[in-house]
């Protein structure tokens, strides 16, 4: 399994690039790119949080804690008096960073459901309507975070799973499979609720219809199907 350093610099400088790659080709805005490149990161750490003695549980939580804080804030600024404002958004930082911390520690297990494809699915629907609705991020730049986030948790994935391959020794660890999955079949109630919350998340989000002009690059299916055709072809010509 990869550390905690290997899996934050190869998240931040792949999604950094992919966000350059998008800002360059005109499909973002530099405020977007840097907001794609730090979602992309944050993804990186995601499917580690169900460890519990993981760099990533610690930075996350605090930074879901900033966040209800925050909201605390923005909400109830015109309800309560500066010191009574001040106290609620430390009570709440409070509570999301150890209570609710700790019982996310006893309810998971690491390498379980959260690190799977179906879990990195369910962080893009928890990403998307949060930068939509709390945020207040346009419909694109809420999808492109989302998509990031995606990215970059399957970029974690991916390594551990490279990590768990030993070029060396040629041998291949325990560990193996256990990273890049789709989800864990020995949860079906928990993976039930994860499609669930992808479902609610997928209709709490914005229409992505401003990504699709990003798409057209790509062939239409029955100019797909002539392209293999055709180097089926010349790849029969050649070696005959």
């Known amino acids: 399994m990869a550390d905690f350093k290997t899996h934050v610099s190869v998240a931040a400088v792949l999604s950094t690039t992919l966000a350059a790659s998008a800002f360059v080709m005109g499909f973002a805005t530099l405020n977007e790119m840097v907001l794609y490149a730090l979602a992309g990161t944050l993804g990186g750490l995601l499917p580690d949080i169900d460890a519990d003695e993981s760099i990533a549980i610690q930075l996350v939580f605090r930074l879901f804690g900033a966040l209800a804080a ?57 990403a ?20 990031f986030v995606f990215f970059g948790a399957t970029i974690h994935l991916v390594l551990d799973e490279l990590y ?22 020995g949860e079906p109630l928990v993976s039930l609720l994860f499609i669930c919350g992808c479902g609610l998340g997928y209709w709490l989000s914005p229409s992505a219809a401003e990504w699709l002009p990003a798409f057209t690059w790509l062939p239409e299916p029955e100019q797909l199907s002539q392209l293999l055709v055709q180097t089926w072809q010349e790849l029969h010509r050649f070696w005959s």
Request: proline share 2%; with cysteine; glycine share 8%.
């Open 128 to 147: 998307v309507p949060l930068a939509y609705h709390v945020f207040s991020l346009d419909a694109k730049t809420a999808w492109g975070i989302g998509g």
């Open 70 to 126: 925050g909201l605390v804030l923005v909400i109830w600024i015109e309800r309560l008096i500066h010191w009574q404002l001040l106290a609620a958004a430390l009570v709440c930082y409070l509570l999301v960073r150890f209570p609710i911390q700790w019982l996310f520690e006893q309810l998971t297990v690491h390498r379980g459901v959260l690190h799977s494809l179906l879990a990195n699915l369910l962080f893009t629907a928890c």
């Open 164 to 185: 768990s391959i030993e070029l060396s020794g040629m041998r291949v660890k325990r560990s193996f499979g256990t990273a890049l999955k789709l989800t864990d079949w």
